[in-house]
């Protein structure tokens, strides 16, 4: 398990700072920054990949890749909607030293933003957020469907990007054998972008499950890492790496993740 993971980390870094394509364009460093705007107006599809380290009881490894396709649609002159899918593929490890792991589609997460199409200094959106319960394991997922509202607020200023987004997510229906869910998910992220398009970045994902039992609620990350972007024949990709250590997590939380993305973009 170990072996595959590192060979992953291997070849992306490898594919980051020696790809043939890094020959940077004028725009790169634009094209970053737009790909730093949540509810920018870019078609893009990242594949997120997250690598927890002592995971469980076992503390083992847990893998998610997040395939989450962001697509924007005009609302007319003033408005758009942006669409962001997330589509979890999680490979879950034993939790007892008899055990086996389990792999498989977790739930799907639905965000439509609606945001002004000429945002002034702040830049904004605000949309529901619904968790569709698709997980094809009943350890994968948590059997309910979902709702809640999510917002965004970020400003870029000369070469940096800053911003948050926060959503919290209650259950509305579901498996009545399963647990309610109440949780928030609060994203903080700093970018700061040299020239020819790669950059600094930090975005950890603060989580609360206002249901576990206090001292179990809060998992805090803290960390950051590097991106560019690079060019694939013709198309843009956003390639990045962040590390995180867990300050705060409840037990069994990961220690620390390593977070992996490639970014398919579709400029206009």
């Known amino acids: 398990m170990y072996i595959k993971h590192l060979f992953f980390t291997a070849t992306f870094a490898l594919t980051l700072w020696f790809s043939p394509s890094l020959f940077a364009q004028a725009d790169d460093a634009e094209l970053a920054k737009k790909t730093q705007n949540p509810v920018g107006d870019l078609i893009s599809v990242p594949f997120q990949n997250n690598i927890g ?24 002159e003033n408005w758009n909607l942006i669409t962001r899918t997330i589509m979890p593929v999680i490979s879950m490890p034993t939790l007892t030293p008899s055990g086996s792991g389990t792999s498989g589609l977790g739930d799907i997460n639905l965000t439509a933003f609606l945001s002004p199409s000429k945002p002034g200094g702040l830049i ?7 968790l569709l319960p698709t997980a094809t394991d009943k350890i994968l997922g948590t059997g309910k469907w979902g709702v809640g509202p999510s917002v965004v607020l970020l400003a870029m200023k000369n070469q940096w990007v800053y911003g948050a987004l926060v959503n919290n997510v209650w259950s509305v229906a579901g498996d009545s054998d399963r647990g309610d869910i109440n949780q928030m998910l609060f ?6 972008n040299f020239p020819g398009g790669a950059y600094f970045s930090s975005g950890p994902l603060i989580t609360a499950n206002w249901e576990a039992e206090s001292g179990n609620q809060w998992t805090v990350p803290l960390g950051g890492g590097f991106g560019k972007i690079v060019k694939l024949g013709k198309m843009p ?8 250590y867990n300050v705060v997590t409840p037990d069994y939380g990961s220690d620390w993740t390593l977070r992996l993305q490639i970014q398919m973009l579709f400029p206009k």
């Open 187 to 192: 994203q903080p992220f700093l970018n700061y």
């Open 237 to 244: 990709l956003n390639l990045s790496a962040q590390a995180f």
């Open 124 to 130: 904004w959106g605000a949309g529901p957020i619904l």
């Open 53 to 76: 380290f002592k995971y469980g009881p076992e503390e083992k490894v847990q893998n998610v890749l997040n395939i989450q396709p962001v697509i924007p649609f005009s609302l007319g």
